[in-house]
């Protein structure tokens, strides 16, 4: 019983932790996109002030 327990615990952590890998791939994702539509827009800025 106990070895179920154990194996249960174990899985419950890795669950954990792969969520919160997902969450900072997703943070990433989303910093980049924002990154880079900062950029386009700073581009087009730049573009309308010459």
Request: a positive charge; aromatic letters at 0%.
């Amino acid at each position: 019983m106990t070895t179920l327990n154990t194996a249960a615990e174990k899985h419950h952590v890795t669950a954990k932790r792969s969520n919160a890998l997902a969450r900072v791939l997703l943070a990433r994702k989303v910093n980049l996109l924002l990154a880079k539509m900062g950029q386009a827009l700073n581009m087009s800025a730049m573009a309308l002030t010459k």
